[in-house]
């Protein structure tokens, strides 16, 4: 039982290329969530899922898309990085209800020069 | 969503007991309140989650008053690997679309 596991665990990008961020989940759980965590702050949240083939914005979804085509994965997409988005990716994944327990990723830590 | 105020940062020294508390003064009827600690390079862990009154589960304790306007967690005989961010938490439990909002929480410093 893995848990909630993240793809990659860290990456630089140039401003402007593209990258997809996996998360998969091995728990069954419904709920799956996208978070970023800069430095000195607490996590935000961009995308969520509510279940198979849906997403939902969440605080700060601008520049980001998501998908969810597996109940079990939540891929995250930067279509064209910029700097702004340098930062700390958790995934999250809760049984049925946003205020169930989440359990989280170890985190994809993403530079953009 | 209910605003948390909770302090920046704490010390304290091993084996004694910590608590933090957290201040919701607008917390609504349906709201619960969940803590999240945070260790450095990790995302967050689930704590504890409660109502009203005291739950207490084998990692920490929380005390609500009757108000429910303000909340304190409660770590007993606190060791060198407790050092972390505590983040309180307000909100629906049962809102399906209801959403996390992690506040600067609290940077929990223990010392030998």
């Not at chain 1, 800069?38 to 969520?48: E, K, V």
Request: net charge neutral; proline share 5%.
């Amino acid at each position: 039982n893995a848990g909630v596991t993240q793809t990659p665990k860290f990456r630089v990008l140039k401003t402007g290329q593209s990258m997809t961020l996996l998360c998969a989940q091995d728990m069954n759980h419904e709920y799956m969530y996208w978070y970023r965590q800069d430095p000195g702050m607490g996590l935000r949240l961009i995308h969520y899922s509510v279940g198979e083939g849906t997403t939902a914005k969440g605080e700060v979804p601008d520049g980001y898309n998501v998908s969810r085509l597996k109940k079990q994965n939540f891929l995250l997409g930067l279509e064209s990085a910029a700097p702004s988005q340098t930062s700390v990716y958790f995934c999250a994944s809760s049984y049925s209800l946003p205020w169930d327990e989440q359990f989280f990723g170890p985190g994809t830590r993403l530079t953009v020069l | 969503l209910a605003k948390t105020t909770q302090p920046i940062s704490m010390d304290s020294y091993e084996g004694q007991e910590v608590n933090i508390t957290c201040s919701h003064n607008n917390i609504a009827t349906n709201d619960y309140i969940t803590w999240y600690q945070q260790f450095p390079s990790q995302g967050p862990r689930f704590i504890i989650q409660g109502y009203k009154t005291k739950v207490t589960n084998e990692v920490a304790s929380l005390f609500i008053p009757a108000d429910r306007k303000s909340s304190t967690l409660s770590l007993p005989r606190v060791s060198l690997s407790d050092t972390a961010v505590y983040y309180c938490l307000v909100g629906d439990r049962y809102n399906q679309g209801g959403k996390l909002i992690f506040g600067q929480g609290t940077e929990l410093s223990v010392k030998p």
